[in-house]
Nanobody, 115 residues
């Protein structure tokens, strides 16, 4: 059984920074890609960033150059460093561990960016 626990959300002014963390239980973390999604009110959940088991990263166009995804396999943790935050980044951010049989999700952490 895999559990994902996010932390690090909060309220920040536009232009500020936050770092989200997602700690995973279980032994499959290092063998799998990890991703961050977000869902704003009245919008569909969207992929923000993904990092493969080998460290290759990919970002949504809207966050390129501002967000950085990283992972620490020794700590079973994935991070999302968010810089130059904008009000449109306001959303609930979810950690995701995709596998061939099942997608695991965290409970989400709220990020609110004030203008």
């Amino acid at each position: 059984q895999v559990q994902l626990v996010e932390s690090g959300g909060g309220l920040v002014q536009a232009g500020g920074s936050l770092r989200l963390s997602c700690a995973a239980s279980g032994s499959i973390f290092s063998r799998n890609a990890m991703a961050w999604y977000r869902q704003a009110p009245r919008k569909q959940r969207e992929l923000v960033a993904i990092i493969t088991s080998g460290g290759t990263t990919k970002y949504a166009d809207s966050v390129k150059g501002r967000f950085t995804i990283s992972r620490d396999n020794a700590k079973n943790t994935v991070y999302l460093q968010m810089n130059s935050l904008k009000p449109e980044d306001t959303a609930v951010y979810y950690c995701n561990l995709p596998t061939s049989g099942y997608d695991y999700w965290g409970q989400g952490t709220q990020v609110t960016v004030s203008s």
